[in-house]
């Protein structure tokens, strides 16, 4: 007896050896924030995106990891002559994760509640001059636009635009159906989520067969658990300064990249002293980005001198309008009447490179005679008082949204740019089809904004990827929040 | 004078030190950051070398301790302002609405996981030092009350107090005239116990974000940001912990010390 006992432990010991030893088939992905649900078409929280961007809901173009737009569910489209109308051939046999086919009229629910009256879509800009949306036939949707729209597939391919079923709509937020790579199978909340690959999936089926999401929100333990090996690839790592270690060990590999972040010393552009050009342009002057992407991001990240990525091809260099001169913002100060400085509140959200870069920048601007008081908030506390109630003088924040220049066209926007001459430039550019068109009016729009010095550009997010050695396929930079789990595999 | 009593008394008075030299001299300026000379380890120049946007660690920690005792000092302060008279108006009128109103009071403080309460308060009225300075002081208003009432107690069953009130001396009078120059050295003990577990909360809350707010330096939270520079740069935990810890060894030894030092029943046993 005892020597069955011995015997039944000895083969099982061997065969989880022999488990361990074949290549992996799953993946545990550490992210810092946790999803509050996971419905990427009513919620702005990236976290959501993270989990479910092309995992489980799919639209009908998508993003690829260098940022192209490729077709999704659509497998083709046609433009009509004057650009109004886009008529979507989609793809055969797709199915939903409950089993129920994805047609013509799914597209038409998802769209249309996206764009509704009520709907609760965090960008439901991207739908704007969208009339009508019609199902031809099962396998064809036919897009009517008010005027030509030269971003049209770029906006259906954001984690906003993702086709939902009228039939499991209802259970979103907790058990999301979509017709992705993977279902979703568990949240524990607080700790993880899990994901299976979807034998169904109309595409190649993924290398993975499942995935781990594991929120960690602690850069401490962050660190700590990516040393222990608990998790094999850590999506964004909160904490830049322990990236040396983890590349001067074997075990990992890095992958720095860029994020769509810019990061900004945003303005309250009506609140005295701020709504003086003379004084913004002394902020931008104070301020020495090299200084703060040295201190705060430990070297990591882009000197940005307007509100524009740039890796993007349109993207102009203007960081000499704001070059650091604490001399000429002292005088510029003196000129607007504030000679001996003023006071202002600088609201700082968790992430270190606000908390940090915070600390940087105060200290900056006290050389010029302003002082800062730094207020520490939580996000809750950022969107109420900052975001919504636009009660605050400075603040940092990273707008992580891949071509959001638009914001500045918006007076209502918390940071209250109200310029008629940007309003009809981006007017324009949303008329405008034609490529090399686009790319002059987009320069015009970040020369415009960098000459009026609506807020203080400091830098462009990294994006520092940490993943075991042999863990292939991650996307080096975010051209949106999303970790393609299909694109990965175990190096042999 | 004892070992303890030595001990403490040179270590509180180096922390002491630190933050009175802080007002007249430090190595660099306290909040002068220079990013390019940042994670020294200690050097000639930097003599505890400098933190992760090359600020003078001595000079943080010089003017980090003045912060530490302004909290820790207006903390004890509230509490024997406020518990000290509770304790003797209770003694005084031992068993009486009063008495009980006061004691069941202080239970309800002592209830409560102080520092949870400190969080709370910070974190309803703002972080910052001044809110942190009420919540630790509260929290010592029972300490005090209790102590001062044990004490009366007994005193209050003495010949020279039955005298007094022969005298015709009210309460009130005996109180502040007899009674309280006779608890002063166990108040005395107990302070100094005090201020060390203040300046513990103040490192506590600030670690957490709820106490001095940047630039103000702090010890807590020069340790709270030098955690994830652990591995690569340890001496910036280093530095702020042993401050915290030698400054709290120091005031209860020299509690202890005093104590001994004191309390003349000890000294009778000892002898």
Same mark, same amino acid.
């Given at each position: 007896m005892a020597f069955r006992t011995f015997a039944v432990a000895a083969s099982s010991a061997l065969a989880l050896m022999a488990g361990s030893a074949w290549a992996k088939d799953g993946v545990t992905i550490g992210l810092q924030l946790e999803p509050p649900h996971l419905d990427p078409t009513s919620a702005a929280a990236q976290a959501i995106d993270s989990v479910v961007y092309s995992n489980i809901f799919e639209g009908l173009t998508r993003f690829m990891g260098d940022g192209s737009v490729v077709p999704g569910l659509a497998e083709s489209w046609e433009i009509s002559g004057d650009g109004t109308v886009y008529t979507f051939k989609l793809r055969e046999g797709v199915r939903f994760h409950d089993g129920s086919t994805m047609d013509a009229e799914d597209v038409k629910f998802s769209l249309d509640r996206?764009?509704? /009256?009520? @709907?609760?879509?965090? *960008?439901?800009?991207?739908?704007?001059?969208?009339? &009508?949306?019609? &199902?031809?036939?099962? *396998?064809?949707? *036919?897009?009517?636009?008010?005027?030509?729209? !030269?971003?049209?597939?770029?906006?259906?391919?954001? !984690?906003?635009?993702?086709?939902?079923?009228? /039939? @499991?709509?209802? !259970?979103?937020?907790?058990?999301?159906?979509?017709? !992705?790579?993977?279902?979703? *199978?568990e949240w524990v909340q607080g700790d993880r989520i899990t994901l299976a690959r979807n034998p169904e999936y109309w595409g190649d089926q993924p290398a993975l067969a499942s995935a781990t999401f594991k929120f960690i929100s602690d850069p401490t333990a962050a660190f700590a658990a990516m040393m222990a090996e608990d998790i094999d690839a850590f999506d964004n790592f909160p904490a830049p300064e322990n990236l040396p270690q983890f590349e001067a060990d074997p075990r990992f590999q890095v992958l720095v990249g860029s994020t769509e972040g810019e990061t900004i010393l945003s303005t309250n552009n009506k609140q005295p002293p701020f709504d003086d050009v003379r004084v913004r342009q002394a902020l931008a002057h104070a301020i020495d980005r090299q200084s703060i992407i040295d201190g705060a991001m430990f070297g990591y990240g882009t000197p940005i001198g307007t509100h524009f990525a740039p890796h993007n091809p349109a993207y102009r260099d203007l960081t000499g309008h704001s070059a650091h001169d604490p001399d000429k913002a002292r005088a510029l100060l003196a000129e607007a009447g504030f000679a001996d400085g003023f006071e202002t509140t600088l609201h700082l959200p968790p992430p270190s490179y606000a908390r940090r870069g915070g600390e940087i920048v105060a200290a900056q601007l006290a050389t010029v005679g302003i002082k800062a008081e730094i207020i520490n908030v939580e996000w809750a506390q950022w969107l109420e008082s900052v975001f919504r109630g636009k009660s605050f003088g400075l603040t940092i924040i990273s707008h992580t949204e891949p071509m959001d220049i638009g914001i500045y066209a918006r007076p209502e926007y918390y940071f209250q740019y109200d310029s008629k001459q940007f309003q009809e430039l981006m007017a324009k550019l949303n008329a405008t089809t034609d490529p090399e068109a686009r790319t002059a009016i987009l320069q015009e729009a970040q020369e415009k904004i960098s000459a009026d010095y609506v807020n203080g550009y400091l830098f462009q997010l990294a994006k520092l990827g940490v993943a075991k050695a042999g863990l292939q396929g991650l996307w080096e930079n975010a051209p949106t929040a999303a970790i393609d789990l299909s694109a990965l595999s175990w190096a042999e | 004078m004892t070992r303890n009593l030595i001990l403490g008394g040179l270590l509180s008075s180096l922390m002491l030190l630190a933050a009175a030299a802080s007002f007249l001299w430090t190595p660099f300026d306290h909040a002068a950051m220079n990013i390019p000379a940042k994670l020294q380890t200690p050097n000639a120049q930097h003599w505890l070398g400098t933190d992760h946007f090359g600020r003078d660690l001595l000079s943080m920690i010089m003017v980090g301790a003045r912060t530490s005792i302004a909290v820790a000092l207006v903390a004890v302060g509230i509490g024997m302002g406020a518990g000290v008279p509770l304790g003797l108006a209770a003694a005084a009128r031992k068993g009486s609405w009063l008495d009980e109103g006061i004691m069941r009071g202080n239970d309800l403080v002592f209830a409560f996981p102080s520092l949870v309460i400190a969080i709370l308060i910070t974190a309803v009225l703002g972080a910052g030092a001044v809110n942190a300075i009420i919540a630790i002081g509260i929290f010592n208003i029972p300490v005090f009350a209790r102590i001062t009432r044990g004490a009366a107690l007994s005193l209050w069953e003495r010949e020279f107090i039955l005298a007094a009130r022969v005298a015709g001396k009210g309460a009130a009078r005996i109180s502040a005239e007899h009674i309280l120059p006779n608890v002063m050295n166990l108040l005395i003990v107990q302070g100094t116990i005090q201020f060390s577990l203040g300046i513990l909360a103040e490192a506590g809350l600030s670690y957490v974000g709820l106490g001095a707010q940047p630039p103000t330096p702090s010890w807590g939270r020069m340790l709270a940001d030098a955690q994830t520079m652990v591995s690569f740069a340890p001496h910036l935990a280093l530095v702020p912990g042993l401050a915290i810890i030698l400054t709290v060894l120091g005031l209860n030894l020299l509690g202890d010390g005093l104590r001994d030092h004191l309390d003349p029943k000890l000294r009778v046993a000892r002898a």
């Open positions: 996206a764009r509704g /009256e009520d @709907s609760t879509n965090a *960008q439901k800009a991207l739908f704007e001059g969208i009339t &009508a949306v019609n &199902a031809v036939d099962p *396998q064809t949707v *036919q897009i009517t636009l008010d005027a030509p729209n !030269g971003s049209l597939l770029f906006n259906l391919a954001w !984690g906003d635009a993702v086709i939902v079923a009228p /039939e @499991s709509i209802d !259970g979103i937020k907790t058990d999301p159906v979509g017709t !992705g790579a993977y279902t979703f *199978q | -």
